[in-house]
């Protein structure tokens, strides 16, 4: 694992949640990016080395939607970059972490991604991504 890559942060509404965390951190998102796939809009901000990525579930049938309704709006996840995301899939899987997706799909910001499920993190859904170059 090279570094915290960025945090997720899962909002109600990614305009409102856009004006809050450009006050906080004094700049503006970088990048708005809708992932069909994920049924999300993201935006992204720069602090640092690390970015924070803020989500927003488009209608009900997706993962932040869901995550909104049960638990409220907060961090979502904590994503890590790695330089070989299949390698980093399967050495965690040998150490008997539950891999959510065990072939990595795209996700925002041009990466390859994948998931390990919260019941084996101490309830911390940890991305894994990989640039895609
Ligand atoms: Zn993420």
Redesign the pocket.
Known sequence: MKKVE?I?IAVSNLDIANELYTKILGTNPYKTEFVDLEGVKTSFFQSGETKI?L?EGIGENNAISKFIKKRGEGIH?I?FEVEDILYEIKRLKDRGFKIINETPKK??DNKL?CFIHPKSTNHVLI?L?QEIK
Do not use: F, V
């Open positions: 960025h997720g990525e989500l996840h994503a996700g925002a991604i991305e991504c």
